[in-house]
């Protein structure tokens, strides 16, 4: 019965990514167990590596495997700072093509719910960043939900002693979304913040 | 840049793995670079075991790290097979309890359009097993959508000169089911094969 164990060391690995129940986990074993040597192996190694080589940039804690990441690198020291929640929004703004300064990584919104903190998310190095910088305008790009707007009004709040300008994403209508599904909030935002033609 | 490589390796690994998108893919990496270095070594160590361990049964083709299975060491000769297709339905039809013979799995059916062929799929070892081991009844569990049928029609066919009895399992009303939304060929097999209560 070794075989069920082996197999099934691997299922419950599986289930521990997100969202990842056990019968995609299932599929995804027997996909490794039909799969030829070389790709099981370079998987393997691909996982070890990232955990090995991939670390925080010193400066604006996005991911990085040199003490201080591509973006820190090829911009300098930029004086608008984007502060976004995780390094996955880091990608999302740069795709937009729209920003071009530095970046901040919280890694995490404050959520009293979660027992999560001003003090457990990479809050005080933006503080000493703004002062150091010379930065003229934060932008704060957390998402737009409970947690992300309470912690935007928090870094809104330490700021405002520095005096630098603290801006947060427009809210409004998605491109292609239907008017008559959009939920209130977000539509009195589009009104509230219509633009002229 | 290299971080941004080392990360795309790993999600390139997992959108390989089926119905993984790249959105998926992204998330999974990411967990893996949160996740602590034990469960990624454990992660990556559970992938290379079950390729290096994991062979197939040398008599009914199920997965084993033995020669053969725990289920043909364990039940020995019996006198019925139960012909699946994938390894994953040996482990459904174990969960039924409903059946104690020997299986015999395919690894695949027969599919001109994926150009697989009788001589493709795990049939020869069959027909010797049903002659030297003195099955009285083979049972034929692929799925019931058009290759499944053709294979076990196939199947059927191979096997009339050896005498065996060939069976098929039933079609019918599956628990829950909604009798308003159930196809029209599962109705009429229903009403065809109906029971006496």
């Known amino acids: 019965m070794k075989n069920i164990d082996v197999i099934n060391i691997l299922i419950n690995h599986f289930t521990r990514l997100p969202g990842v129940g056990y019968k995609s986990a299932e599929r995804y074993a027997y996909k490794i167990i039909d799969a030829d040597d070389e790709f099981v192996a370079s998987f393997a190694r691909a996982m070890l590596d990232v955990k090995a080589l991939v670390k925080l ?19 300098g020291i930029a004086d608008t700072i984007c502060v976004v929640r995780d390094p996955k929004d880091v990608i999302a703004i740069e795709k937009s093509g729209a ?7 919280l890694h995490g919104v404050i959520s009293p719910l979660d027992k999560k903190g001003p003090d457990d998310i990479n809050l005080k190095s933006l503080i000493i960043r703004v002062r150091d910088e010379q930065i003229t305008e934060v932008i704060i790009a957390t998402n737009p939900d409970i947690e992300g707007e309470a912690t935007a009004n928090y870094i809104a709040a330490l700021l405002k002693p520095s005096g630098v300008r603290v801006t947060r994403l427009a809210q409004g209508l ?24």
Chains 1, 2 share one sequence.
Not at 57 to 75: H, K, L, V
Not at 99 to 105: A, E, F, L, N, P
Not at 182 to 193: I, S
Request: with cysteine.
């Open 99 to 105: 920003y071009g300064g530095s970046y901040h990584v």
């Open 174 to 197: 998605s491109l292609g979304t239907n008017l008559e599904y959009v939920d209130e909030v977000t539509l009195g935002a589009a009104l509230k913040n219509r633009t002229s033609l």
């Open 57 to 75: 940039c010193d400066r604006c804690g996005n991911f990085s495997t040199d003490p201080e990441c591509a973006i820190c690198m090829r911009r």
